[in-house]
């Protein structure tokens, strides 16, 4: 995947639901609403373990 993109639209493409991807990624769900909205943003081990699950590149996800 080479387009930018955001994290909520990341897991939608994933096919993944916030709790699943939550889950799969090892943080409360409410932790993974905040990165989405924006409100924090995730450690960079929990990043890359958030692109591994959602199979995209970290340059795709934060160089928006």
């Known amino acids: 995947m ?3 993109i955001t994290m909520k639209a990341a897991r939608v493409n994933a096919g993944l639901t ?3 991807a939550s ?3 090892g943080v ?3 932790t993974l609403a905040c990165w989405e909205s ?3 943003s995730p450690t960079i081990k929990k990043a ?3 692109c591994e699950v959602y199979d995209i590149n970290i340059n795709d996800l934060f160089l928006q």
């Open 2 to 4: 080479s387009t930018k």
């Open 38 to 40: 924006g409100k924090t």
């Open 48 to 50: 890359f373990k958030l």
């Open 18 to 20: 916030l709790k699943e």
């Open 28 to 30: 409360t769900l409410q």
């Open 23 to 25: 889950q799969k990624i």
